[in-house]
T-cell receptor, first 114, second 115 residues
Framework: AQSVTQLGSHVSVSEGALVLLRCNYSSSVPPYLFWYVQYPNQGLQLLLKYTTGATLVKGINGFEAEFKKSETSFHLTKPSAHMSDAAEYFCAVSLSGNTGKLIFGQGTTLQVKP | ETGVTQSPTHLIKTRGQQVTLRCSSQSGHNTVSWYQQALGQGPQFIFQYYREEENGRGNFPPRFSGLQFPNYSSELNVNALELDDSALYLC??????????????FGPGTRLTVL
């Protein structure tokens, strides 16, 4: 069965510091992987996705993630945090393509300190 | 282009009641998925509708049911509400076709509180 584990329910960084949000997945077949962001009282917005091809994926707002099959990981990074990055981040996996059932991790709350 | 919309924004019900939540998909999309997001948790897949037929279901009891209409809008119905049904309900629309699959676009959600 598929599953997603996000390490760290809360991450706090200073403005300008590196952001690293960790995601590990479990899947018996090659997965599609996603990172979503959720701002308070809003729905989910896609940051980036990995389907096939290049393992380093660039997304919106300066975020990127690297698919590492050997480590079953898909960690999200951003070189320099902005105050506006404070939000809830969810890693998700799908087996059936982009419109298949998404399985989400528990989420990581990113706090950005001035 | 209008995005995914959901109504109502907030809803308060009591145990045992029934509720209907509505979702209008983005223009050009033919697939709608529903998710339940309990407080402090990640969203959980309830079911998906493709061309008016259920196309996959998560681990939710039969009192969770849905519909998709010819215009691809959708409803989520929950009967015999329980306290644990209190959550944010998210709708996501996407396009599925022979050319491949596209990403799911999420609506802002409906916050359901069961007292």
């Amino acid at each position: 069965a598929q599953s997603v584990t996000q390490l760290g329910s809360h991450v706090s960084v200073s403005e300008g510091a590196l952001v690293l949000l960790r995601c590990n997945y479990s899947s018996s077949v090659p997965p599609y992987l996603f990172w979503y962001v959720q701002y308070p009282n809003q729905g989910l917005q896609l940051l980036l996705k990995y389907t096939t091809g290049a393992t380093l994926v660039k997304g919106i707002n300066g975020f990127e993630a690297e698919f590492k099959k050997s480590e079953t990981s898909f960690h999200l990074t951003k070189p320099s945090a902005h105050m506006s990055d404070a939000a809830e981040y969810f890693c998700a996996v799908s087996l059936s393509g982009n419109t298949g059932k998404l399985i989400f991790g528990q989420g990581t709350t990113l706090q950005v300190k001035p | 282009e209008t995005g995914v919309t959901q109504s109502p924004t907030h809803l308060i019900k009591t145990r045992g009641q029934q509720v209907t939540l509505r979702c209008s998909s983005q223009s050009g999309h033919n697939t709608v998925s529903w998710y339940q997001q309990a407080l402090g948790q990640g969203p959980q897949f309830i079911f998906q509708y493709y061309r008016e037929e259920e196309n996959g279901r998560g681990n939710f009891p039969p009192r969770f049911s849905g519909l998709q209409f010819p215009n691809y809008s959708s409803e989520l119905n929950v009967n015999a509400l329980e306290l644990d049904d209190s959550a944010l309900y998210l709708c996501a629309s996407s396009y599925s076709g022979t050319g491949g699959h596209n990403e799911q676009f999420f609506g802002p959600g409906t916050r359901l509180t069961v007292l």
